[in-house]
T-cell receptor
């Protein structure tokens, strides 16, 4: 079954509005979650690393004031696309690791089911 | 040069064929490797981890060649349901560093009846 739940799966919004996407880890605590964006026929691109209780780490070229990330609990991270524009239309995916053992970085990522955002 | 490179394909193969994908990575310090499968308009799903000694899971075999810095995925007896994009994912050494995961661009496989 799914270990990471993402909501909503699809959203259509008008230009200038804000959209919040939730990412929840199911049955495990995730101190770190990751947000990716994927344009059609392109690879996943990491946007930011969400850290529970502290500020997110953004990748180069990603505007932190436009893509607000909040990781207030060990099971929930949210991404808010503020003042959305049509060029923000994309597939947004979150992920988290189920940690275990001393080599957690060897653990694969589990992805949420993604959110398809369309800005009109 | 991209950190993780894959032939984008598409690879068009008939049912029952054997197909192999390669993926090269540029960072010799890379520590762990994975193959993910992504269906159209869906999220990636882990197919298998890749171990140094090579590993097999049913019809799927993954191998790692550290000297040449590439990993491979072999699919035997292809099924129509194997049609998808296969993503090579490389994790570089750093503590708690999910942001060191690098995705290849994916290889698209289309299995035809």
């Amino acid at each position: 079954g799914a270990v990471v739940s993402q909501h909503p799966s699809r959203v259509i919004c008008k230009s200038g509005t804000s959209v919040k996407i939730e990412c929840r880890s199911l049955d495990f605590q995730a101190t770190t979650m990751f947000w990716y964006r994927q344009f059609p026929k392109k690879s996943l691109m990491l946007m930011a690393t969400s850290n529970e209780g502290s500020k997110a780490t953004y990748e180069q070229g990603v505007e932190k004031d436009k893509f607000l990330i909040n990781h207030a609990s060990l099971t929930l991270s949210t991404l808010t696309v503020t003042s959305a524009h049509p060029e923000d239309s994309s597939f947004y995916i979150c992920s988290a690791r189920t940690l275990g053992g001393h080599s957690s970085y060897n653990s694969p990522l589990h992805f949420g089911n993604g959110t398809r955002l369309t800005v009109t | 040069r991209k950190e993780v490179e894959q032939d984008p394909g598409p690879f068009n193969v008939p049912e029952g064929a054997t197909v192999a994908f390669n993926c090269t990575y540029s960072n010799s310090a890379s520590q762990s490797f994975f193959w993910y499968r992504q269906d159209c308009r869906k999220e990636p799903k882990l197919l298998m981890s890749v171990y140094s000694s090579g590993n097999e899971d049913g019809r799927f075999t993954a191998q790692l060649n550290r000297a040449s810095q590439y990993i491979s995925l072999l699919i035997r007896d292809s099924k129509l349901s194997d049609s998808a994009t296969y993503l090579c994912v490389v994790n570089n050494r750093a503590q708690n560093a999910g942001n060191m995961l690098t995705f290849g661009g994916g290889t698209r496989l289309m299995v035809k009846p």
